[in-house]
Each structure stands twice: as structure tokens, then as C-alpha cells.
């Protein structure tokens, strides 16, 4: 053999020694293949020899309700998780631990039979250390997940859906016995805006854990590193640690001069590079990503970013996708966070709860400013214990303490995980907490300066958020308890809210309910009252309700609020915002035609990562005989021809019209993972039609190998149904109203807040005065329970209506000349209506409407 040639493959195998060696220092596997599951509570499998053979494959992320298809109901109760592991001799010298992105929402942990941990809160990752419990050769790690509704975990109520599930990211992580702690990197750049981004120290506060049986000396080195990978500054500290303690060091760079700074413009991120030595030897790293910037918020004149003024054009983000629900890829948070980049906004509203690290590192990369909003929530309907309407803060007292400590605990947890995102602008505490029972308002408003305080305590460079704030009204109102209000549909408009004195934003607007394609129009919706959404001087902005279509407790009517469906594809009004901001002319419209061929699209073909980070989105359109794309919309079957992969409901889908799984104008949709390496044939078919196949890459894990891998688990789709029949109850507490005018105090949500003493009135020179309830729900209505302040003879036309356009009157009392105070209006109608209005067109000599509650009676149909 020639000497170069020996050099050479010398030089190859020691180059992956070398990594290896480094690699050493922090190893992280991911964590998300080759697991088992079952639906239920079984005893005793948490056991090594527990026989799973009959349990699903699956690999993460993973949801109890795979496939899920915007159904109001979702399998709640126990799901069990099992996968097998090998460590080596080398591996037990390390820590152990196992870090999860997020379980919904009570895990229990155990590693060969023992438990190891547990964490209760759906949205926040957590750590366990498996160490003790770890062996050498073959483990096993089991995990007992539950999504039943809890009395003292929040959130106690939302109108989301909360389906269980291990359904994000899982990592198996070996470290040094002295280590930097899991998220324990804090940056921060306190000189940048008094320097105008001129110059700024970097400041480092950096936890250190040693599990070593002595006290020990250290070196730490932090490192900024630009994005060519050059070390702009740097410091060093040398520090003794305890026995068995973590210990938190400070530190501070030497100046960084004229850094690039983060914007939606231009989001250029920065590398923090903590290297902790002993004596010589390197025994840990980590990367932290950091931008450059400062922000500011002003009550009068809105938000600025590195000190210009920036107006938030915004949209609110649930985190659900068709088929898969909660448990979405990194790619698939990605897509989002670009989807609504492209068309122009520049900020999202995580709504309700923190979202994936993946999500938040996709704004920080892609250039989306953050709002990052903590579980404490609460929605409309019964506020009974027991299901996710309950009462936001809890009706018992005893569950008073716990119930707050798990509020304040995922607070701080969001705050550790995410607070090196330069994309995130503030920590929001809630959303429409005041959806309680009317005796606990004492607690929410108690409990939401507790979470303020804390939050100034863990971050003094961010404010702290009252989101859904627009109620109660009045002396009750809890707008101003935080540092930023965040008020929802009508509270744009509401008297009450307007210039309140503190930094401000329209946290929700819009509210429509559409179908794809939708109409070609930006939804204004309770904006369009004042001409809000030509914004004000003293607000920072606005977030449309919603970006996307999700799954909610209520139903596809209340889910079908996005501009973009659920399968992610955009309707019109996506369109009009990208036209509207970006000016992108949208494309032409699917017309009319005869069905000849389809054409399938894939978001990417190479290069996708098996390991449950990553998918490819499949687009299907129905095309004419010239190539046109056509409104028509036959049945469509997506099927794997060759190779590994899944899609939700397993090796294929079937999407049909009016459908859950659904094909509607000429196109459909969902995302495709595998976690095998190889090359995937997908065929559409359509009966009669040409079909169309894609050829897909996938990359990082063990190669496909027919009937030996582990094949696809096929899960026919059916629509959950918690129970049978229809859910009866009571509509329009503290939901949005609107009134043609108010006297001064009396505005019209006085009509609908729960109190018998406060009331709406509207100006006496009002003669054509209507007031209208938006119930944000489609009950089939079986009375209108209307109350007065007091006694008189009421000229009024009640009238419902679903899209708040066509009305269908109810009751005329036009004429009335007999006094009442109250009536009760039975409804004779199986139709679903969202608005109620009452118009009282002429009261001129009489007494001038006080009306003091509006009940709506009715059931959900299912």
C-alpha cells in the first residue's frame, strides 16, 4: 500500500475518533424511534420482562389521538409508552438523564421497574436523571402518560383540544458527573440600547452541577461566536465547585463592538459556546443561540425594536395539524412559523400555552417576533370540575395552593427553556382568565400578580403580559395588573380599554368562520367597527384569530377560524395578507372543469431526516385535461408504493368531499414521515383520473429492509365520541358583545357578565339602538333568557344569526305597550346560530333600555 493512501485512511478513521471524543463530552441521542405503545392503564408495565409484543409501533412525537381530524372529542385517560435502550460500561460513568420537550400532561417515569421522575404540566419540558437506575447491556424505559382533567393543574379550562400523549421531542442525554445543567445558559446584552447597538458585554449566568463525590476546581470558558464561526469575545473564570452541588456563576465579556442585530428584517443569531475544563481536559459543552437587540414598549406611542418603531401585524398559532393533532414534527413547526412570514406578519401569538422549543427557535431563525404565553386559561360553558370548561382558577378551596403552584411552575419552566430567544418580546401570564366561576375572580386577580412578580424575578430584560384581558369591566378589570394588556375581539372597541395607560395590544381580532377556499377579504372582524385595523398611536399592534384552523372542544365550527385549513393549505384571506403586506399578487383560483389527471407535490425529496424531527408536506390538486387546477373534488388516495414511511392513518390516506379526512377545491393535503432511511414511492389515485407519484429520501436512521423492519401500524380513522347525544348549557357569559352606542359606564358587556346589578344602556339620543351577543360557539338554541334592570314597556326585535349577516328574527315586539322585566323567548329551530341581537328601534317616550343579562340556552350538537 502506498503511503499516501495509508495516511489517508489513517486520517479518515481517526477524524470520527476525534469527533467521537468530543461528541464524548455531551453526547444527545435522539430518543424518538423503535418505541411501543398501548391506550389504557396496565399493571406492572413499567417492569423489564413486561411482554409488549402485542403493543403499537410507534415513533415520536406521538399522540393518543392518532388520527385526529378536528373532532370536538378526544380519548382521555392512560397511554403507556415502552422503548429499549443499550448503555455501555463507558456510558454508566456519565450522568444519565432523559430530557422531553413535552408530555401531555402528567408523566411518570421508570426505568427498568423503578420510577425515576414525574412531571405534571403539558407544555413545558423537563429533565430526568436516570442514572441510579441505569444498567449496562439492554434497559428499558416505560412512561405512564395520563390527559385527565386535573382540579389543581392548569390549565383547568380552554377551548382548545388536549389530547395525550409523549408528543414531542425525546432525547436520551450522557454527561460528565460535573456538567452544565439542563437549560442552564443565560444571556443577556444590558448595554445595547443605552449604546444605541453600538456596543454592548456579554453577560453569561451559567449553572453549574457537580455530582463528583469532592469539591473541585474549573475553568469556564464562554465564547460569542459570530455566524462564519469567528470568536468575537470571550472570558474565562476559574471556579471551585462543592460536592454535590450546582452552583450558578457569573460572567461578562469583554465588549462586543458593533454587533448585527436581530429583527424580523434581518434575524441574525449569534452562538454562546460554554466550555467548562478540568485541569486541561474538556469535559463539557454547549451552544446556546442568542440575538443582538433591545426592545422597548411604550403605553403612548406602541413597541419599538433597537429603537424604531415596529406596529405587530400578527397572528395567533395553535400547534395542532391535521392527521397527527398535537404531535408535529420540528419541520412541521417550521412550516408554520414560515407560512405566516410569507405573508407578511411579523409576529405570533403562541396561543395558550409555550410552544415547542422547535417552534420557538423556527421564529428566532426565520424572523418572527414571539409572544409566549403561559396555560393559565379559561373558556366559555359549564365552570363545574370535570372537563376543560371548568372554572379558569379553582371553585374548591383546597385546591387553591397546588393549583397555583402548577401555574407558577410552568411559567418558570417556559421562562428557563425559552429565554435566550431574541424573538420573544414578552412573557404573557394568561388568556381570558376572567371565564371563572364568579366567586374565584378574587383568586385570578391574586394569583396573576403572583405569576407578575415571578416573572420579573426570572427576567428583568422582558414585561410580563395580561392576555385576554377585556374582562370584567369596570373596578374589576385585571388589564393593569401586568405591565402589558392583550385584549381580545371586543375588547378593542370596548370604552373601558382605549388609551389605558400602559403598553397595549389587540391580542385577538377576527373571529371568522370559513371554509376553504374562503372569501379573498382580511377578516377584520371586530376591527372593522372603528377602523381599528388602520391601528392607533398608543397600541403596539394587532394578532388576527387564527392563523391556522385547529381542533377545539367546541367543535369544527369554532376551529375553522384560520387562514390557513387545517391540512395547511391557505384560504383566500391568507392570500389578501400576503397581497396586502408583501405584495404577492395571489395565484389564479381553481375554476369549474372536468377532472382529467392529478398532480402531487412535495415540500421537500431529499435529505429527510427518519428521526422524527422531520416530514415532507403532500399536496394533491385535481387538474383538467390542459393543467388547470379545477374546483372539482373526487375521492383521492395517497398509498405508498415502495419503502419505508407513515402517513397518520398509516401506509395510506383517503380523502373524500364533505369528509373529515377531506379533499375540498380541487386540493388536499397532510405531512409524511418516516423513521426508516431509504427511498419512498407515495401514488395519488383518483377513479377514472391519471394518477401522479413522488419519490421521497430519507436520511439519519437504519435502512428500510422489507418484512424484516418494523412494518406500519395501519389506524383506520374514526371520529372519537366521548359520549352519546347532545351537550346542553348555557351560552354568552363574558363573551364578545357590541352595541350601537353606551352611556357612559353602561358599556354592553354589562349585558352579559354574570351580574344582575350592572347593566347596558345605550345614549338617549340612540332611537335605532341594537345590541348584539357573539356566543364564539354554534349552539342549536332553545331559549333567550332576557332580563331588564327594571320594569318597562319594551319595543324590541330579537333576531339570531350564524355568520352575522343574515338574521333570522325570533321575536317582534315592535308594538309592546305592556310592561315587563324579563322574558323568556323560546326558539323553534333546529339551525346552529353564533349572534344574537336585540334592536330596539323606537323608545322615544318610553323608558330608555336597561338591559341588565342575556342568557342563551341551548346544546352543542355533536
Given at each position: 500500500?502506498?503511503?499516501?493512501?495509508?495516511?489517508?485512511?489513517?486520517?479518515?478513521?481517526?477524524?470520527?475518533?476525534?469527533?467521537?471524543?468530543?461528541?464524548?463530552?455531551?453526547?444527545?441521542?435522539?430518543?424518538?424511534?423503535?418505541?411501543?405503545?398501548?391506550?389504557?392503564?396496565?399493571?406492572?408495565?413499567?417492569?423489564?420482562?413486561?411482554?409488549?409484543?402485542?403493543?403499537?409501533?410507534?415513533?415520536?412525537?406521538?399522540?393518543?389521538?392518532?388520527?385526529?381530524?378536528?373532532?370536538?372529542?378526544?380519548?382521555?385517560?392512560?397511554?403507556?409508552?415502552?422503548?429499549?435502550?443499550?448503555?455501555?460500561?463507558?456510558?454508566?460513568?456519565?450522568?444519565?438523564?432523559?430530557?422531553?420537550?413535552?408530555?401531555?400532561?402528567?408523566?411518570?417515569?421508570?426505568?427498568?421497574?423503578?420510577?425515576?421522575?414525574?412531571?405534571?404540566?403539558?407544555?413545558?419540558?423537563?429533565?430526568?436523571?436516570?442514572?441510579?437506575?441505569?444498567?449496562?447491556?439492554?434497559?428499558?424505559?416505560?412512561?405512564?402518560?395520563?390527559?385527565?382533567?386535573?382540579?389543581?393543574?392548569?390549565?383547568?379550562?380552554?377551548?382548545?383540544?388536549?389530547?395525550?400523549?409523549?408528543?414531542?421531542?425525546?432525547?436520551?442525554?450522557?454527561?460528565?458527573?460535573?456538567?452544565?445543567?439542563?437549560?442552564?445558559?443565560?444571556?443577556?446584552?444590558?448595554?445595547?440600547?443605552?449604546?444605541?447597538?453600538?456596543?454592548?458585554?456579554?453577560?453569561?449566568?451559567?449553572?453549574?452541577?457537580?455530582?463528583?463525590?469532592?469539591?473541585?476546581?474549573?475553568?469556564?470558558?464562554?465564547?460569542?461566536?459570530?455566524?462564519?464561526?469567528?470568536?468575537?469575545?470571550?472570558?474565562?473564570?476559574?471556579?471551585?465547585?462543592?460536592?454535590?452541588?450546582?452552583?450558578?456563576?457569573?460572567?461578562?465579556?469583554?465588549?462586543?463592538?458593533?454587533?448585527?442585530?436581530?429583527?424580523?428584517?434581518?434575524?441574525?443569531?449569534?452562538?454562546?459556546?460554554?466550555?467548562?475544563?478540568?485541569?486541561?481536559?474538556?469535559?463539557?459543552?454547549?451552544?446556546?443561540?442568542?440575538?443582538?437587540?433591545?426592545?422597548?414598549?411604550?403605553?403612548?406611542?406602541?413597541?419599538?425594536?433597537?429603537?424604531k418603531h415596529l406596529f405587530f401585524h400578527g397572528a395567533n398559532v395553535h400547534q395542532d395539524q391535521a392527521g397527527w393533532g398535537d404531535a408535529v414534527t420540528e419541520e412541521a413547526s417550521r412550516r408554520d412559523v414560515r407560512m405566516i412570514k410569507e405573508a407578511g406578519f411579523n409576529?405570533?401569538?403562541?396561543?395558550?400555552?409555550?410552544?415547542?422549543?422547535?417552534?420557538?427557535?423556527?421564529?428566532?431563525?426565520?424572523?418572527?417576533?414571539?409572544?409566549?404565553?403561559?396555560?393559565?386559561?379559561?373558556?366559555?360553558?359549564?365552570?363545574?370540575?370535570?372537563?376543560?370548561?371548568?372554572?379558569?382558577?379553582?371553585?374548591?378551596?383546597?385546591?387553591?395552593?397546588?393549583?397555583?403552584?402548577?401555574?407558577?411552575?410552568?411559567?418558570?419552566?417556559?421562562?428557563?427553556?425559552?429565554?435566550?430567544?431574541?424573538?420573544?418580546?414578552?412573557?404573557?401570564?394568561?388568556?381570558?382568565?376572567?371565564?371563572?366561576?364568579?366567586?374565584?375572580?378574587?383568586?385570578?386577580?391574586?394569583?396573576?400578580?403572583?405569576?407578575?412578580?415571578?416573572?420579573?424575578?426570572?427576567?428583568?430584560?422582558?414585561?410580563?403580559?395580561?392576555?385576554?384581558?377585556?374582562?370584567?369591566?369596570?373596578?374589576?378589570?385585571?388589564?393593569?395588573?401586568?405591565?402589558?394588556?392583550?385584549?381580545?375581539?371586543?375588547?378593542?372597541?370596548?370604552?373601558?380599554?382605549?388609551?389605558?395607560?400602559?403598553?397595549?395590544?389587540?391580542?385577538?381580532?377576527?373571529?371568522?368562520?370559513?371554509?376553504?377556499?374562503?372569501?379573498?377579504?382580511?377578516?377584520?372582524?371586530?376591527?372593522?367597527?372603528?377602523?381599528?385595523?388602520?391601528?392607533?398611536?398608543?397600541?403596539?399592534?394587532?394578532?388576527?384569530?387564527?392563523?391556522?384552523?385547529?381542533?377545539?372542544?367546541?367543535?369544527?365550527?369554532?376551529?375553522?377560524?384560520?387562514?390557513?385549513?387545517?391540512?395547511?393549505?391557505?384560504?383566500?384571506?391568507?392570500?389578501?395578507?400576503?397581497?396586502?403586506?408583501?405584495?404577492?399578487?395571489?395565484?389564479?383560483?381553481?375554476?369549474?372543469?372536468v377532472p382529467y389527471r392529478l398532480a402531487l407535490h412535495a415540500s421537500k425529496v431529499k435529505n429527510i431526516a427518519a428521526d422524527g424531527t422531520d416530514d415532507v408536506q403532500l399536496t394533491v390538486v385535481v387538474l383538467d385535461s390542459s393543467g388547470r387546477e379545477i374546483t372539482d373534488?373526487?375521492?383521492?388516495?395517497?398509498?405508498?408504493?415502495?419503502?419505508?414511511?407513515?402517513?397518520?392513518?398509516?401506509?395510506?390516506?383517503?380523502?373524500?368531499?364533505?369528509?373529515?379526512?377531506?379533499?375540498?377545491?380541487?386540493?388536499?393535503?397532510?405531512?409524511?414521515?418516516?423513521?426508516?432511511?431509504?427511498?419512498?414511492?407515495?401514488?395519488?389515485?383518483?377513479?377514472?383520473?391519471?394518477?401522479?407519484?413522488?419519490?421521497?429520501?430519507?436520511?439519519?436512521?437504519?435502512?428500510?429492509?422489507?418484512?424484516?423492519?418494523?412494518?406500519?401500524?395501519?389506524?383506520?380513522?374514526?371520529?372519537?365520541?366521548?359520549?352519546?347525544?347532545?351537550?346542553?348549557?348555557?351560552?354568552?357569559?363574558?363573551?364578545?358583545?357590541?352595541?350601537?352606542?353606551?352611556?357612559?359606564?353602561?358599556?354592553?358587556?354589562?349585558?352579559?357578565?354574570?351580574?344582575?346589578?350592572?347593566?347596558?344602556?345605550?345614549?338617549?339620543?340612540?332611537?335605532?339602538?341594537?345590541?348584539?351577543?357573539?356566543?364564539?360557539?354554534?349552539?342549536?338554541?332553545?331559549?333567550?333568557?332576557?332580563?331588564?334592570?327594571?320594569?318597562?314597556?319594551?319595543?324590541?326585535?330579537?333576531?339570531?344569526?350564524?355568520?352575522?349577516?343574515?338574521?333570522?328574527?325570533?321575536?317582534?315586539?315592535?308594538?309592546?305597550?305592556?310592561?315587563?322585566?324579563?322574558?323568556?323567548?323560546?326558539?323553534?329551530?333546529?339551525?346552529?346560530?353564533?349572534?344574537?341581537?336585540?334592536?330596539?328601534?323606537?323608545?322615544?317616550?318610553?323608558?330608555?333600555?336597561?338591559?341588565?343579562?342575556?342568557?342563551?340556552?341551548?346544546?352543542?350538537?355533536?
Amino acid at each position: 500500500m502506498k503511503r499516501e493512501h495509508f495516511l489517508l485512511l489513517i486520517s479518515l478513521f481517526l477524524l470520527p475518533l476525534s469527533l467521537l471524543a468530543e461528541n464524548n463530552l455531551r453526547s444527545e441521542i435522539k430518543f424518538n424511534r423503535e418505541w411501543k405503545y398501548m391506550r389504557g392503564d396496565y399493571s406492572k408495565a413499567e417492569s423489564k420482562n413486561y411482554d409488549d409484543s402485542k403493543w403499537e409501533n410507534i415513533g415520536l412525537p406521538h399522540s393518543f389521538s392518532i388520527p385526529y381530524f378536528m373532532s370536538r372529542d378526544f380519548y382521555t385517560g392512560y397511554g403507556w409508552y415502552r422503548k429499549q435502550f443499550s448503555l455501555s460500561g463507558q456510558d454508566l460513568s456519565k450522568v444519565l438523564s432523559l430530557e422531553f420537550d413535552g408530555v401531555f400532561q402528567e408523566a411518570e417515569i421508570f426505568i427498568n421497574g423503578e420510577k425515576v421522575g414525574t412531571h405534571r404540566g403539558g407544555y413545558t419540558g423537563f429533565s430526568v436523571d436516570i442514572t441510579k437506575s441505569a444498567k449496562k447491556g439492554e434497559n428499558i424505559v416505560a412512561v405512564r402518560v395520563n390527559n385527565l382533567w386535573q382540579a389543581t393543574l392548569a390549565p383547568r379550562g380552554g377551548e382548545h383540544v388536549f389530547s395525550g400523549g409523549i408528543y414531542r421531542n425525546v432525547r436520551l442525554v450522557k454527561k460528565d458527573n460535573t456538567h452544565i445543567s439542563w437549560a442552564g445558559i443565560t444571556v443577556t446584552t444590558p448595554e445595547l440600547e443605552s449604546s444605541n447597538g453600538e456596543a454592548t458585554t456579554v453577560h453569561i449566568k451559567s449553572e453549574i452541577c457537580n455530582k463528583d463525590k469532592s469539591d473541585t476546581n474549573f475553568r469556564l470558558i464562554s465564547k460569542v461566536i459570530d455566524k462564519s464561526g469567528k470568536v468575537i469575545s470571550k472570558v474565562e473564570s476559574n471556579i471551585e465547585v462543592p460536592s454535590m452541588t450546582t452552583l450558578v456563576i457569573y460572567q461578562a465579556t469583554p465588549s462586543v463592538k458593533s454587533p448585527l442585530l436581530w429583527s424580523p428584517d434581518s434575524p441574525v443569531l449569534y452562538s454562546m459556546v460554554s466550555e467548562l475544563y478540568k485541569g486541561g481536559k474538556l469535559i463539557d459543552k454547549e451552544v446556546t443561540k442568542f440575538g443582538f437587540r433591545w426592545i422597548k414598549w411604550s403605553a403612548d406611542k406602541g413597541f419599538f425594536l433597537n429603537g424604531k418603531h415596529l406596529f405587530f401585524h400578527g397572528a395567533n398559532v395553535h400547534q395542532d395539524q391535521a392527521g397527527w393533532g398535537d404531535a408535529v414534527t420540528e419541520e412541521a413547526s417550521r412550516r408554520d412559523v414560515r407560512m405566516i412570514k410569507e405573508a407578511g406578519f411579523n409576529m405570533i401569538r403562541g396561543s395558550h400555552y409555550p410552544h415547542s422549543p422547535a417552534f420557538v427557535e423556527a421564529c428566532d431563525e426565520e424572523g418572527v417576533l414571539f409572544w409566549s404565553e403561559a396555560p393559565f386559561w379559561g373558556t366559555a360553558g359549564d365552570k363545574s370540575d370535570g372537563y376543560w370548561t371548568s372554572s379558569a382558577y379553582p371553585n374548591r378551596k383546597e385546591d387553591c395552593e397546588e393549583f397555583e403552584k402548577s401555574a407558577l411552575d410552568q411559567l418558570g419552566e417556559m421562562i428557563k427553556i425559552h429565554r435566550n430567544s431574541p424573538s420573544i418580546i414578552v412573557w404573557s401570564m394568561c388568556n381570558e382568565p376572567f371565564f371563572t366561576s364568579p366567586n374565584t375572580m378574587d383568586g385570578v386577580k391574586s394569583l396573576l400578580k403572583k405569576m407578575v412578580n415571578r416573572t420579573h424575578e426570572l427576567d428583568s430584560t422582558r414585561l410580563a403580559a395580561i392576555g385576554g384581558s377585556q374582562r370584567p369591566l369596570g373596578k374589576d378589570r385585571i388589564d393593569l395588573i401586568g405591565d402589558v394588556a392583550g385584549y381580545n375581539g371586543d375588547g378593542s372597541t370596548i370604552v373601558d380599554f382605549q388609551n389605558p395607560g400602559i403598553p397595549n395590544v389587540v391580542t385577538e381580532y377576527g373571529s371568522t368562520t370559513s371554509d376553504r377556499p374562503g372569501e379573498y377579504n382580511p377578516g377584520w372582524g371586530d376591527l372593522n367597527k372603528d377602523e381599528g385595523w388602520k391601528g392607533r398611536d398608543w397600541r403596539s399592534g394587532q394578532a388576527i384569530w387564527c392563523g391556522f384552523d385547529h381542533g377545539s372542544i367546541f367543535g369544527p365550527d369554532m376551529g375553522k377560524m384560520g387562514m390557513v385549513d387545517y391540512f395547511r393549505i391557505p384560504k383566500r384571506s391568507w392570500y389578501w395578507y400576503r397581497n396586502e403586506y408583501r405584495h404577492i399578487a395571489p395565484p389564479q383560483w381553481p375554476v369549474d372543469g372536468v377532472p382529467y389527471r392529478l398532480a402531487l407535490h412535495a415540500s421537500k425529496v431529499k435529505n429527510i431526516a427518519a428521526d422524527g424531527t422531520d416530514d415532507v408536506q403532500l399536496t394533491v390538486v385535481v387538474l383538467d385535461s390542459s393543467g388547470r387546477e379545477i374546483t372539482d373534488s373526487p375521492d383521492v388516495t395517497l398509498k405508498v408504493i415502495s419503502g419505508p414511511g407513515e402517513f397518520p392513518t398509516g401506509s395510506s390516506i383517503s380523502f373524500r368531499k364533505d369528509d373529515d379526512i377531506r379533499i375540498q377545491d380541487g386540493k388536499a393535503a397532510i405531512s409524511f414521515r418516516s423513521y426508516y432511511s431509504g427511498i419512498t414511492v407515495v401514488e395519488a389515485t383518483s377513479k377514472g383520473l391519471q394518477s401522479a407519484k413522488v419519490s421521497l429520501s430519507f436520511i439519519g436512521a437504519p435502512l428500510y429492509k422489507k418484512g424484516i423492519s418494523q412494518q406500519v401500524t395501519n389506524r383506520p380513522y374514526r371520529r372519537y365520541v366521548r359520549n352519546k347525544g347532545e351537550e346542553a348549557g348555557h351560552f354568552g357569559l363574558n363573551n364578545p358583545t357590541f352595541s350601537t352606542t353606551s352611556e357612559s359606564g353602561r358599556s354592553s358587556g354589562y349585558a352579559c357578565d354574570g351580574k344582575a346589578e350592572t347593566f347596558w344602556q345605550p345614549v338617549s339620543s340612540d332611537n335605532n339602538a341594537s345590541w348584539t351577543l357573539d356566543m364564539e360557539r354554534w349552539p342549536v338554541i332553545d331559549e333567550i333568557v332576557i332580563k331588564f334592570a327594571q320594569s318597562g314597556a319594551y319595543k324590541y326585535i330579537l333576531e339570531v344569526s350564524e355568520d352575522n349577516k343574515g338574521w333570522t328574527k325570533v321575536k317582534d315586539l315592535s308594538d309592546n305597550k305592556s310592561l315587563f322585566d324579563n322574558q323568556v323567548v323560546k326558539v323553534d329551530s333546529k339551525e346552529k346560530y353564533r349572534f344574537v341581537r336585540i334592536s330596539f328601534p323606537y323608545y322615544d317616550g318610553y323608558v330608555i333600555p336597561k338591559l341588565s343579562e342575556v342568557d342563551v340556552k341551548g346544546s352543542l350538537d355533536k
